[in-house]
């Protein structure tokens, strides 16, 4: 891949894909990567169907619930479940549960598409524009869990796409080519971690310790993004290759 490589010994263990941001993701077993990232990867937003506020669990209280819902795909549509219910997205019935949810009226709908609120007519757009795709490596999970041996240390406290399964440090791959299956990209930049790192999941406590410690000991990154360089397959067991 280029005429210094980096000695790594990396496979893939885990893919990630998260259809609504700010909801709970899926695990797959291949992912399909395009020019932005993970195919269906956060296509879908949680709003306000008042105000048309987009869902930003990390900063606003209101929506820390968001992490309490699932969201996957199923049988080629896009399934939204708590402990209680599941319906899909098209299903008028998911309005009223999440509205139920909140407390507040809200909905799931596409990046793209135009919401009438008593506000006005709103555009969705993506919550932020970050780099296609997120990697963290078993490495800095191993390492932080050592700083806080106490803590229920998740890696769906961190939302990555691809959980790589290696012994190096993934933050000494910056400018680094990488190659994952038919995936080419380049290593960008560590990736700046958000109060979402602490906030209670359906079988995860909260836990301010663990944005505090990534703060402290890593300068609040963890992990690293990865822009594409060529469209393809990745799977669980890939080899990864870094240089």
């Known amino acids: 891949m280029g005429s210094d490589p980096i000695e790594v010994a990396a496979t893939v263990q885990a893919l990630w894909r998260y259809p609504v941001s700010s909801l709970r993701g899926e695990r797959l077993k291949t992912h399909t990567v395009t020019a932005d990232g993970i195919r269906g990867d956060r296509s879908h937003l949680l709003v306000d169907l008042v105000s048309g506020e987009i869902a930003a669990p990390e900063k606003i209280a209101r929506w820390r619930p968001a992490l309490m819902i699932d969201a996957r795909t199923d049988d080629g549509g896009l399934l939204i479940s708590s402990v209680d219910w599941n319906f899909f997205v098209d299903d008028p019935k998911l309005d009223n549960a999440l509205s139920d949810h909140f407390g507040f009226r809200c909905a799931i709908r596409g990046v793209g598409s135009t919401l009438p609120t008593d506000e006005g007519e709103v555009t969705l757009s993506p919550r932020y524009v970050a780099s296609p795709?997120?990697?963290?490596?078993?490495?800095?999970?191993?390492?932080?869990s050592g700083l806080i041996p106490q803590a229920v240390l998740d890696v769906r406290r961190f939302r990555p796409n691809i959980v790589m399964d290696t012994s190096a440090d993934e933050n000494n791959w910056i400018g680094s080519q990488i190659a994952i299956g038919d995936y080419r990209g380049t290593v960008t930049e560590k990736t700046k971690r958000c109060g979402m790192t602490m906030i209670a999941q359906t079988d995860l406590p909260e836990d301010p310790e663990v944005l505090r410690t990534v703060v402290r000991s890593r300068q609040r990154c963890f992990g690293v993004y990865a822009d594409v360089g060529a469209e393809g397959v990745i799977s669980i067991g890939d080899k990864i290759e870094v240089g």
Request: aromatic share 0%; glycine share 0%; net charge neutral.
């Open 133 to 144: 795709l997120h990697l963290l490596s078993t490495r800095s999970l191993s390492d932080l």
